[in-house]
């Protein structure tokens, strides 16, 4: 089985990129991710699935689960210990889809 490793060194690089802002259908910014330590694994996800899906609808966001792998099956356990993952989750459950601003360097 693929780790979260495996499926991110399968995705494009992202050191371009300064920040991801993720709006809901309002247009209300209801997530940031930065390029710094810690979140440049999301950093990649999302910008993957922005490019395949052109925004994070439901399917966008079960993709996304796959390749977060084993760090999928922790943030359904531990709600709030992966924000990133957490907002995929909530796209799943409710249907709302986020669109997404990238700002380069």
Do not use: C
């Amino acid at each position: 089985m693929k780790k979260f490793s495996d499926f991110l060194a399968e995705l494009e690089t992202t050191d371009q990129i300064q920040k991801i802002e993720l709006m809901n259908p309002a247009g209300e910014i209801v997530g940031l991710i930065e390029n710094k330590p810690g979140s440049q694994g999301s950093i990649r996800v999302f910008n993957h699935l922005f490019k395949k899906w052109g925004s994070i609808t439901k399917d966008a966001a079960k993709d996304g689960l796959k390749i977060y792998a084993e760090h999928a099956a922790d943030a359904e356990e531990n709600p709030g210990k992966h924000p990133n993952i957490d907002r995929l989750l909530n796209v799943i459950e409710t249907a709302e889809v986020l669109t997404v601003s990238i700002t380069n360097s």
